[in-house]
């Protein structure tokens, strides 16, 4: 038999390729090709799943089943899911190491072991580490069982015996399937165990939860190289300095995507967060220049977010500018509007941003919220507690309409905010009630927006 040459394969994007590269050609990412050996035996029937279907479909004959879903008790973490987990969908939840993904796990394992019969697969740790963790997270149920092993073929073997109603895998990075040479954590292995996941859940009907780590060496595949294979990608992200975290669907096959959750890390596991906007306004500076809110919509939802601006002469040479959570280009172009459209003289003055509680505001309402902070500190003059802006500036300095308005006016009036600056071309198609019940200001252009804030 001829000797196998080996090939190359990207951790990040999967790209193969039979030469090695210190960068990889197909997403640009520095020493993540890896060398992998091909297969030289043919998967096993593990892998290929049931083939039998050959014949077309008429698409109009197919009966549609209506999907079941398992709710999981936990209201963020059904909401990014679409309403509960489909019956025989595979779920990849990903994340940093650390960020909280066996601790959210376990915590839904208290609800779903209510009714169902949930296996927790650990490649990770000890059934005492995990012990120890379920008592700090109080969990008490005799429907959750534990299964601390790596191997894939026996994994899927006792998935067939026990027949449970759920599977959590954790983490796919340490799952091998001995028919496949390379390392656990390599793109081949990590692929085809996923595959094999897959088949399992499609095949026995039985949801699947897996969880991939991101990792920022190139030695063990990403998540990345799996997204195309699952059904339904969620992103467990969060700050390091901060406690709270947001669970975002990116992709669904089952539901809407861009659908957040959002919770805190306390000392007993993770806690939902009903009211992110009051979580994120908490602790507001009162009667302080440069600071102002904003709404923005993360998916369907309305969050309200604290924007401050620093504006103050420059030492010596060229001004600097900083930016946290708003894009940084965005920023020196609302700069430049203020300067060019408004009249507000930035040079020689330092600029700061930053959006309180690690929010990243990448939407475009946002912009008038920016700019309103710079003039605020500017100009020394602080914006009153009770106002919220928000609206697109435009490069002629026109307040452009923003989507979701009259759910971002309700956001603002639930959290007892009692003026709104909005663009003028949202104003029109409000309802009545909202105008009655707030201060609605349209705004056309920027000098408008700053004439309502200073008339008061
Ligand atoms: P973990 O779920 O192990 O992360 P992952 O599986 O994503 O790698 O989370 C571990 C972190 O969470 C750890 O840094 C400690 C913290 N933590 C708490 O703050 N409170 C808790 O109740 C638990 C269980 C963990
Ligand atoms: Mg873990």
Same mark, same amino acid.
Request: proline letters at 4%; aromatic letters at 6%.
């Given at each position: ?6 090939? !190359? ?67 963020? *973490? ?60 109080? +969990? =008490? ?55 094999? *996941? ?104 309305? +969050? ?22 708003? =894009? ?36 475009? #309402? ?46 603002? !009036?639930?959290?007892? *905010? ?20 707030? =201060? ?11 004439? #309502?804030?200073?008339?008061?």
């Amino acid at each position: 038999m001829a000797k196998l040459k080996p090939i !190359y394969i990207c951790s990040e994007c999967g790209y193969e390729s039979p030469k090695w590269f210190g960068k990889c050609p197909g997403c640009n990412q520095w020493n993540t090709m890896n060398e992998e050996l091909p297969n030289s035996t043919p998967l096993s029937s593990v892998s290929k799943g049931n083939s039998a279907v050959t014949q077309v479909m008429q698409l109009n004959e197919i009966k549609e089943d209506v999907e079941k879903r398992i709710t999981t008790g936990n209201k963020e *973490f059904d909401r990014v899911l679409g309403g509960g987990i489909v019956i025989g969908s595979l779920v990849l939840i990903s994340g940093d190491p650390g960020i909280g993904k066996s601790t959210i796990l376990l915590q839904i394992c208290q609800h779903l072991g209510k009714n169902h019969k949930v296996l927790y697969v650990s490649g990770e740790e000890s059934a005492n580490q995990i012990k120890m963790r379920a008592n700090r997270l109080k +969990i =008490d149920t005799d429907k959750l069982f534990l299964l601390t092993q790596t191997d894939v073929s026996v994994i899927v073997e006792t998935i067939r015996i026990e027949k449970p109603d759920i599977v959590i895998i954790d983490s796919i990075q340490t799952m091998v399937y001995e028919e496949i040479s390379s390392s656990a954590g390599s793109v081949t292995q990590v692929r085809e165990c996923t595959n094999i *996941f897959m088949h399992t859940a499609k095949g026995m009907g039985i949801p699947i939860i897996v969880v991939g780590h991101v990792n920022k060496d190139g030695a063990i595949a990403g998540p990345k190289v799996l997204e195309h294979i699952v059904d339904t990608v969620l992103y467990f992200e969060g700050e390091k300095n901060y406690s709270y975290r947001i669970l975002r669907g990116v992709k669904n096959r089952f539901g809407s995507t861009n659908e957040i959750g959002v919770f805190e890390m306390t000392g007993s596991g993770l806690r939902e967060v009903e009211n992110p906007s009051l979580m994120m306004i908490s602790g507001r500076p009162k009667n302080t220049s440069g600071t102002c809110v904003a709404c923005i919509m993360e998916g369907t939802r309305p +969050i309200l977010a604290e924007v401050q601006g620093l504006v103050c002469a420059t030492g010596f040479g060229t001004p600097r500018r900083m930016s946290t959570g708003f =894009d940084y280009n965005r920023m020196s172009m609302l700069l430049a509007v203020l300067e060019k459209r408004a009249g507000y003289f930035f040079n020689n003055m330092d600029a700061y941003i930053n959006v309180i509680g690690g929010m990243k505001l990448d939407e475009p #309402a946002a912009d008038l919220t920016v700019s309103l902070a710079l003039v605020s500190s500017l100009k020394d003059k602080a914006v009153d507690d009770n106002v919220l802006a928000f609206g697109e500036v435009g490069l002629a300095g026109e307040i452009r309409a923003v989507s979701n308005c009259e759910q971002r006016l309700f956001e603002a !009036y639930r959290l007892g *905010f009692e003026r709104c600056i909005i663009p003028f071309h949202n104003y029109k198609s409000l309802p009545k009630e909202i105008k009655v019940n707030m =201060d609605v200001v349209p705004v056309r252009n920027i000098r408008e927006a700053f004439s #309502a804030l200073v008339e008061e």
